[in-house]
Nanobody
Framework: QLQLAESGGGLVQPGGSLRLSCVASGQTSSIGAMGWFRQAPGKDREFVVA????????YDKDSMKERFVISRDNRKNTAYLQMNNLRPEDTAVYFCAAAEEWSSPHAATSYRYWGQGTQVTVSS
């Protein structure tokens, strides 16, 4: 089994930045990819960005790729989401997820493991 724990959310003003972290524990050798999704109130869960865990590509949603950047530290079993120039419409619960393979990384159904989420609120 694999457990994921997000942190780093909070309240930020428009134009500000936040860095989210997702720490994996347990059977970390099974990680093939990690992704970030978000869900705003009353909306469906939305893909943000994903990264291959064993080296190689990232996959960004076009509308976010200039502001949201994913990175990883394999030694720490941690994925990061750097969010810049935040907007009120970025307000959501942000979830990290882990998959055993790099396959259709934009699809939530590709991920077997999910964290509990961390709230990000962008407001003045």
């Amino acid at each position: 089994q694999l457990q994921l724990a997000e942190s780093g959310g909070g309240l930020v003003q428009p134009g500000g930045s936040l860095r989210l972290s997702c720490v994996a524990s347990g059977q970390t050798s099974s990680i093939g990819a990690m992704g970030w999704f978000r869900q705003a109130p009353g909306k469906d869960r939305e893909f943000v960005v994903a990264i291959s865990w064993r080296g190689g590509p990232t996959y960004d949603k076009d509308s976010m790729k200039e502001r949201f950047v994913i990175s990883r530290d394999n030694r720490k079993n941690t994925a990061y989401l750097q969010m810049n120039n935040l907007r009120p419409e970025d307000t959501a619960v942000y979830f990290c997820a882990a998959a055993e393979e790099w396959s259709s990384p934009h699809a939530a159904t590709s991920y077997r493991y999910w964290g509990q989420g961390t709230q990000v609120t962008v407001s003045s």
